[in-house]
């Protein structure tokens, strides 16, 4: 059904969601997010499922988008731009809007849209020492299409700290940015997770899809017009001279003109 994700649901009604492109850092491409899309409406629908887990195989949670895909993107026509971009904020929306509680379970690193996946679960739990970052910037692009929810997470003052200039920031302060809402070692993680996991088994399961629902309402859900705007930046920076020039010296493993 998946090639690269898997789900798989224990008897108790946990799903584990789970990245499976670890060969690349599990990074995001066309195929990829269409399956994330697809699991998160099975999951949804499936009222045996109590509780998700949004977890990752290898070194790192999710390095963001595909560099490969993002190429893709910028060769192709303002429709097929759009339509790619599209696709990418319907997945994100799909997760963040999952009627049921969603538990990131961080090993690894994340940049760009890996802090996107972080930012749309209800809770994540990450590991000591890791290294995080919203790297746009420093290939050309923006973080768009993850902003609402990346900003929603953080809140605007701690979003301009960290969205606009790309630094890497470590776990702790992913903690106190809010993406984090703990850090374990290594060797603790899965106690946490299973602490997180074990209240749901024990409240009514669409008792807690209604509270869902309601606390993003009264926290002001975030709008179609936010998405919209969101696909409408990304594709302005795919078109823009910088995105090229970006992601074309990544490839050639040179630096982009504005490195000093």
């Known amino acids: 059904m998946f090639d690269t994700i898997t789900v798989q649901t224990d008897e108790r009604g946990v ?3 789970t990245l499976a492109r670890a060969d690349k850092h599990n990074a ?6 269409g399956e994330l899309t697809r699991a ?28 490969g895909w993002m190429k893709d993107q910028m060769a192709a026509s303002p429709t097929e ?9 319907t997945m994100l929306g799909a997760l963040n809007t999952l009627p049921k509680p969603l ?6 690193q994340a940049f760009g ?12 739990i990450g590991v000591k020492d890791l290294k995080f970052g919203l790297t746009e910037t420093r290939l050309g692009l923006i973080p768009a299409t993850i902003s609402p929810y990346v900003i929603k997470r953080m809140g605007e003052a701690k979003a301009r700290r960290v969205m606009m200039s790309a630094r890497i920031f470590d776990s702790a302060e992913a903690v106190e940015l809010g993406l984090l809402a703990r850090a374990v070692s290594a060797d603790e ?45 990304l594709v302005e920076a795919w078109e823009d001279t910088e995105a090229k020039d970006g992601i074309n010296a990544f490839f050639a493993k040179e630096k982009p003109p504005w490195v000093g």
């Open 15 to 17: 799903a584990h969601l």
């Open 28 to 33: 995001m491409n066309a195929q990829m997010i």
């Open 40 to 67: 998160a409406k099975m999951l949804g629908e499936d009222d045996a499922v109590r509780v998700v887990v949004l977890d990752a195989l290898g070194k790192s949670f999710c390095a963001g988008g595909d560099l």
């Open 81 to 89: 731009r759009a339509a790619g971009a599209r696709e990418l904020a």
């Open 103 to 108: 538990i990131g379970r961080v090993q690894g």
């Open 113 to 124: 849209g890996g802090i996107g996946m972080m930012s749309v679960c209800d809770i994540a």
């Open 189 to 233: 993680l899965d106690e946490a997770i299973e602490a997180e996991v074990k209240p749901y088994l024990n409240v009514a399961p669409r008792a807690v899809a209604k509270t869902k629902r309601l606390i993003r309402g009264q926290g002001g859900d975030i709008t179609q017009a936010q998405i919209d705007a969101s696909i409408d930046a």
